[in-house]
């Protein structure tokens, strides 16, 4: 069964706007990596929090993380038409090296 | 520094037919992982592959087997092939945490 699971499934913003996309998962983690996929090629690593950190930032994105929910966020802020792609959250299950990745949210960002 | 290379990019094959899939990690990874994505879902954990042995597995069966090579290179072996294995195969590579990902092969069963 899928671990990771987004929330909303797909959001649509005009330029410039934020975009927030949520994550939950089920089990203990190791730590919680965030990709985005474009056009159902590969995916492309975006940032990764440890279970024992609490906020990220990579230039424009930044990624929340509690433990005790079991819950992580993604916000991109000052989005673009290229910020366009399906985003995943892939909780690494604790004591083994395995990514359970959700459904996604599929991010439009019109110009 | 060339990233995760997958090969080939696409594949056709029928059902019953065997299919062997190619993974050149990142240089300096030793670790390589398969994932299945089906159309519309996100990727499913296949197997993983570190010191030429699989080391975690998941719900798939044993149609489904790999191989590493001395030099971390991995194939991914699909046999009996079913119309319901048509899907985008993935690979990815580490050392430590982070896991990065190759483009991908299309794989399409008639």
């Known amino acids: 069964s899928q671990q990771g699971e987004e929330d909303p499934q797909a959001l649509s913003i005009q330029e410039g706007e934020n975009a927030t996309m949520n994550c939950s998962y089920k089990?203990?983690?190791?730590?919680l990596q965030w990709y985005r996929q474009n056009s159902g090629r590969g995916l492309v690593h975006l940032i990764l929090i440890r279970s024992n950190e609490r906020e990220k930032h990579s230039g424009r994105l930044r990624v929340t993380l509690d433990t005790s929910k079991k819950s992580s966020s993604l916000l991109i802020t000052a989005s673009r038409a290229a910020d366009t792609a399906s985003y995943f959250c892939a909780p690494e299950r604790y004591n083994t090296d395995k990514l359970i990745f959700g459904t996604g949210t599929r991010l439009q960002v019109f110009p | 520094d060339a990233g995760v290379t997958q090969s080939p990019t696409h594949l056709i094959k029928t059902r019953g037919q065997q299919v062997t899939l190619r993974c050149s990690p990142k240089s300096g990874h030793d670790t390589v992982s398969w994932y299945q994505q089906a159309l519309g879902q996100g990727p499913q954990f296949i197997f993983q592959y570190y010191e030429e042995e699989e080391r975690q597995r998941g719900n798939f069966p044993d149609r489904f087997s790999g191989h590493q090579f001395p030099n971390y290179s991995s194939e991914l072996n699909v046999n009996a092939l079913l119309l319901g294995d048509s899907a985008l195969y993935l690979c990815?590579?580490?050392?430590?945490?982070?896991?990065?990902f190759g483009p991908g092969t299309r794989l399409t069963v008639l």
């Open positions: 990815a590579s580490s050392q430590g945490i982070e896991q990065f």
């Open positions: 089990t203990s983690i190791n730590n």
